[in-house]
């Protein structure tokens, strides 16, 4: 979260950059030695990290004896029967290479079972709960990856699964996104994480996975997935591959995030999990809303059936959250520049970015509540027998209610508002002569969900291994009920004064004349414009598929293969109505000034502050129930037009089928694993062509059409890695990927626009557009020592036929010139480049005196640079990426006692291009293009504080507070050296209270 005004200096940058590399200089410290363990429990649980293999037990479990001695160069399937010798106790591997300690199968089913001893088994999974160990996980990979084990993020004071994934290296999260109703500035005054960038790249270009299968992409505009929808808990942990095998899909040239489930072998023969929830925002009092929310998950596992081979896993969670933020933002199109030239352009050697004007200001606070719910199950069978099998289910759903007000002064509305004043030197400046006064309310609503389904097995014949699989993914993001009134008059609240604006604190402030100041006071008098505006929109995607994995060969020179089909189906819906365009009744009679909202039963006369000691503007607060009730009543007699109804509706199919074949060749400290997958996609599309009612005329086919395209792969990858021993491992990985364009480009909503002169003038999406291909080059180290750990990464990425972020715009407009008729169409840019380096690191702080020798300190940093050719003319030969700041850093600072713990995190983000600066004409008619107006997303940052207390074995109190230094949620402007333009969020603090009990 950034701070208001300018980007922070110099000094807090090369700060938040020096905290990676202090971890380093930790490292180098000497480890306290470790003292000698000798009971059960001890051994078993240094043997798992000596070797790096996860074990899993109940500390109840183990007899309490002493553990015998082991001799030096004992493997660790022979060390781990020494130390199971005698003691009623069987190990069993599980296929993800977890080593389960069960008691040994009784064959005697008529017995009673035993006695379950009198206090909680203490349950031990030893992945997840040490750091050494998660790395040791990390190590092992045949691949490089990141894991963040749920006991680390549970505790974390992240709001959903997007602010959570940040927490990775190399994760930059996005508080907004490009996609038209369901992003903008309102979407980011929600104050929490919508989407991610893995390395630079947006969520197209990445991949989401639930436990290894794909996830239904559901966004109406790219083929990104909305994260928000996801709380911050529920899998047991979040893995972040960074390089991809041939058993990879083709389209994650960033990166892949793998969402993973535990089964009931892994968390344990029972366990019964009630966690309780309740938060806390302080915004929320400013306008009239409760801040307190909560919620709650409850988790229950067993192992049963013979043998306990069957294990089942059940979830559910329920929370509720408040939010309020107040804004500060502009009118699209007003602002300008301040100084042109005789025709009202940017004057030549000036930097567009410092000669910003703006011409508008919108002074805004926003109020909601988002509801979550979902489900979970995982079924596992696993006999004593070369086979077993798994289903997987899951189902999460969010719903938000969010309501807008703006107080909005329009100062450059269009050329009459403004005047250019020659300044003798063939220059002009740009005055705002007029001001419009504006009141606005809006409905922000959405609806999520998402539902996963997931089977399959694995069967063992000698030296083959089968591994089939069947899912299905099912998705929406919905803005079911947007509604939006305004209040303002051509005529009435139009004066002739000037908008001028100053700095506060590094909010623009206007300076209002007394015409302004005296419609302000009598704001109940103000007319309506806007008599009620409703706006639906629904986006699905059905996602199906299976495949089947092969592997065979003797350790040491395996042979994988593969086959995977998976079908999409698409459909998004956009319909708007406003009856009194067509002379139809609406929400408000034509007649309604703001103070009759009481009257109409639309308000309980309770009118707030937009922003106290900043915008001291007041608003009426509406009930947007009841003004939806009245726009539905009002409405029925409305008669849509073909091209209303269907002018922005689409609709499409994709299906994807592909193969793979990789060796897994190992000879001593080598592995390398080449790889070849051979994807195929056919997509087919449907949409409408308005601009005649359907009927097709002169040559143009009104109405429904179809698109067809079809996408081709091969890629090559080859993966080395060079393990010298347990303690160190070094990477090679040149691999390659193929993203397709998202169906909206391909064919979105087309128009067909006539001009004064009767020219027709085709804009559609084009069937023709290149998927993007890419070359990746990453090399990395990983290392560990006593009571620490690091990792190092260098990578580069080539993109050819670069398609950058355009939501719900098309990418980059050019003739088409095939066709007798002007034809507009969206094309593909040419290569980009990305450089960059990760550091990962952990230090446990033993070398400190006591008590300070329990510190942990953990960190990440990530630098990139990148280029990209867009070839679009009114912008610079060589752009940056869209999401990628130069520097991130991630940090965290534990204290961890016999029963508690306190931890402070801390992110920072440097600088990154939300937009590309093509704003077309301002309200004076001057060309607001060019890659100096580019929107950016100024540096943020974010302090919380984090802590856990085990009352007892069975209960735990957690505490978390958010935003400790009261950051701002969100700060973007036009131009990255400029603040004459910007947007601003602020949103508070929040708190978290979870009690956790086990059973």
């Not at 000798?38 to 051994?43: H, M, R, V």
């Not at 009598?522 to 929109?537: K, M, Q, R, V």
């Not at 193969?659 to 897994?664: C, R, S």
């Amino acid at each position: 979260m950034s701070r208001a005004g300018a980007d922070p200096c110099l000094g807090r940058k090369v700060a938040a950059i020096a905290l990676g590399a202090a971890l380093l200089a930790a490292g180098t410290a000497p480890a306290a030695p470790v003292p000698q363990r000798n009971n059960l429990s001890d051994a078993l649980l240094s043997l798992a990290r000596q070797s790096g293999r996860n074990l899993l037990f109940q500390g109840a479990a183990l007899p309490p004896r002493p553990a015998p001695a082991i001799p030096e160069g004992t493997g660790f399937l022979a060390a781990l029967d020494l130390l199971l010798a005698g003691t009623g106790l069987v190990h069993r591997e599980q296929p993800d290479g977890t080593i389960v300690i069960l008691p040994v199968p009784s064959r005697r089913p008529s017995l009673p079972p035993p006695p379950k001893p009198p206090e909680p088994a203490e349950e031990i999974l030893v992945t997840g709960q040490r750091m050494q160990d998660r790395f040791a996980a990390e190590l092992r990979s045949p691949l490089p990856v990141h894991i963040l084990p749920a006991a680390e993020f549970n505790r974390a004071a992240d709001r959903n699964m997007a602010e959570l994934l940040g927490r990775l290296p190399g994760v930059n999260v996005m508080m907004t996104s490009l996609q038209g109703d369901l992003g903008g500035i309102d979407r980011a005054a929600r104050a929490e994480g919508q989407s991610i960038a893995i390395r630079g790249l947006g969520g197209a270009y990445s991949q989401l996975l639930m436990d290894g299968v794909n996830i239904a992409q559901s966004l109406p505009y790219s083929r990104d997935v909305q994260l928000s929808l996801l709380p911050p808990f529920g899998p047991d942990a979040l893995h972040l591959e960074t390089a991809l095998t041939a058993d990879k899909d083709g389209d994650a040239i960033g990166g892949i995030i793998d969402f993973r489930s535990a089964s009931a072998f892994d968390l344990g023969a029972e366990r019964t999990r009630i966690s309780l929830r309740g938060n806390w925002t302080t915004r929320t009092g400013d306008y009239q809303l409760s801040g307190a929310g909560g919620g709650g998950e409850v988790e229950w596992s067993r192992l049963f059936g013979r043998d306990n081979a069957l294990g089942l896993v059940l979830r559910a969670h329920a929370d509720s959250r408040p939010f309020a933020s107040q804004q500060q933002t502009y009118q699209s199109g007003q602002f300008d520049y301040a100084i042109t030239d005789a025709a009202g352009h940017n004057p030549a050697g000036m930097d567009a970015d410092r000669n910003l004007l703006a011409t508008s200001l919108n002074a805004q606070f926003v109020r909601g509540r988002t509801k979550r719910g979902g489900a979970s199950a995982a079924l596992d069978w696993r006999p004593d027998a070369p086979y077993s099998a798994f289903l997987r289910a899951g189902w999460s759903r969010a719903d938000t209610e969010q309501d807008v007000y703006q107080v909005g002064f329009q100062g450059g509305r269009d050329a009459s508002f403004t005047r250019r004043i020659p300044l003798g030197n063939g220059l002009y400046r740009t005055q705002s002569i007029k001001n419009q006064l504006h009141y606005w309310f809006q409905t922000n609503p959405d609806e999520a969900e998402l539902l996963t389904l997931h089977g399959g097995g694995e069967i063992k014949a000698g030296a083959l291994t089968l591994r089939p699989y069947l899912f299905h993914s099912w998705g929406r993001n919905d803005k079911p009920r947007h509604i939006e009134v305004s209040f303002w008059n051509s005529n009435g609240t139009t004066v002739d004064e000037g908008l001028e604006v100053v700095d506060q604190g590094g909010y623009p402030v206007p300076l209002l004349g007394p015409k302004m100041q005296a419609m302000l006071a009598d704001a109940a008098a103000i007319p309506a414009s806007n008599l009620g505006e409703y706006t639906s929109l629904t986006s699905r995607q059905r996602k199906d598929g299976g495949g089947l994995d092969l592997e065979t060969g003797p350790d040491g020179m395996k042979l994988q293969a593969g086959l995977k089909l998976v079908r999409s189906d698409n459909s998004v819906t956009r319909r708007n109505q406003r009856p009194q365009n067509s002379g139809g009744a609406a929400a408000l009679p034509p007649s309604t000034r703001m103070g009759d909202l009481t009257a109409l039963g639309l308000s309980d006369g309770t009118w707030v502050t937009v922003a106290k000691g900043l915008y001291d503007y007041q608003v009426p607060l509406i009930d947007q129930g009841l003004l939806l009730e009245r726009f539905r009543a009002n409405v029925g007699d409305f008669v849509w037009t073909p091209d209303d109804y269907n002018g922005n509706s689409m609709s499409g199919h994709e299906e994807v089928s592909a193969a793979y074949l990789q060796a897994d060749l190992q000879r001593g400290p080598w592995q390398l694993l080449p790889g070849l997958r051979v994807e195929r996609a056919e997509i087919s599309t449907r949409y409408w062509l308005s601009g005649n009612q359907g009927v097709p005329a002169g040559g143009i086919a009104y109405g429904w059409n179809h698109g067809e395209s079809r996408y081709s792969a091969w890629l090559p990858r080859l993966l080395v890695n060079y393990t010298p021993d347990e303690d160190q491992r070094y990477r090679l990985a040149i691999w390659t990927g193929q993203v397709r364009p998202a169906l909206y480009q391909l064919s979105g909503s087309a128009t067909a626009n006539r001009d004064a002169n009767g020219t027709i003038t085709l804009i559609q999406g084009n069937p023709d557009l290149k998927a993007v291909s890419a070359l990746n080059i990453d090399l990395g180290g990983e290392w560990r020592w006593a009571g620490g750990h690091a990792g190092l990464s260098l990578y580069h990425k080539q993109l050819r036929h670069y398609l950058y972020d355009a939501g719900a715009n098309y990418n980059g407009l050019a003739d088409g010139g095939e066709t007798s008729l002007p034809l507009v169409k969206p094309y593909n840019g040419g290569t980009a480049r990305l450089w960059g380096a990760e550091l990962a690191a952990a230090q446990e702080l033993e070398f400190l005196p006591d008590p300070f020798n329990a510190l942990v300190l953990e960190t990440s940093l990530n630098s990139q640079h990148s280029r990209v050719r867009l070839n679009m003319p009114e912008l610079a030969p060589v752009e940056r990426l869209q999401y990628a700041p130069d520097w991130q850093v991630n940090g965290r600072l534990r204290y961890a006692a016999d029963d508690w713990s306190l931890s402070v995190s801390y992110s920072w983000a440097d600088a990154y291009i939300q937009k590309y600066g093509l704003h077309g004409l301002s309200g004076s008619g001057s060309r607001m293009n060019g890659s100096a107006l580019d929107v950016w997303v100024r540096p943020s940052q974010r302090l919380d504080l984090q802590g856990d207390w085990q009352i007892s074995p069975s209960a735990t109190l957690e505490f978390s507070i958010r935003n400790l230094l009261n950051d701002l949620a969100y700060r973007a402007t036009i131009g990255r050296q400029s603040d004459a333009v910007p947007e601003t969020i602020s949103s508070g603090r929040s708190a978290q209270l979870v009690l956790r009990l086990e059973f």
